[in-house]
């Protein structure tokens, strides 16, 4: 089985930052293989793609709504994914979720996630 979990989310001001974490687990689950995404779904409508990145970190990819906004990276070391999030906006509020991929490519496509956290709470205000 494979835990992920979040943290990092919070309330904070438009034109602010977050960090978000994701820690991974799991003893079948090979961090430095598979990659790493992050999702966000905002009231009332569908979960939507954010960033993901391969298993070496080597390769992202950004949804165009953040891109030179957020940054994802990851830690191999310590199986964790992380998501800088700056220049905040209002319309960025959402639950983040975390997402893995046994392969280490990144994709946009949510249906290739086989493993989710449970989410973390960003609140943007205006």
């Known amino acids: 089985q494979v835990q992920l979990v979040e943290s990092g989310g919070g309330l904070v001001q438009a034109g602010g930052s977050l960090r978000l974490s994701c820690a991974a687990s799991?003893?079948?689950?090979?961090?430095?293989?598979?990659?790493m995404g992050w999702f966000r779904q905002a009231p009332g409508k569908e979960r939507e793609f954010v960033a993901a990145?391969?298993?070496?970190?080597?390769?992202?990819t950004y949804t165009d709504s953040v891109k030179g906004r957020f940054t994802i990276s990851r830690d191999n070391a310590k199986n964790t994914v992380y998501l800088e999030m700056n220049s905040l906006k209002p319309e960025d509020t959402a639950v983040y979720y975390c997402?893995?991929?046994?392969?280490?490519?990144?994709?946009?496509?949510?249906?290739?996630?086989?493993?989710w956290g449970q989410g973390t709470q960003v609140n943007v205000s205006s």
């Open positions: 990145i391969s298993g070496s970190g080597g390769v992202t």
């Open positions: 997402g893995a991929r046994r392969v280490s490519w990144p994709t946009k496509d949510q249906r290739e996630y086989g493993y």
């Open positions: 799991g003893h079948t689950f090979t961090f430095t293989s598979s990659t």
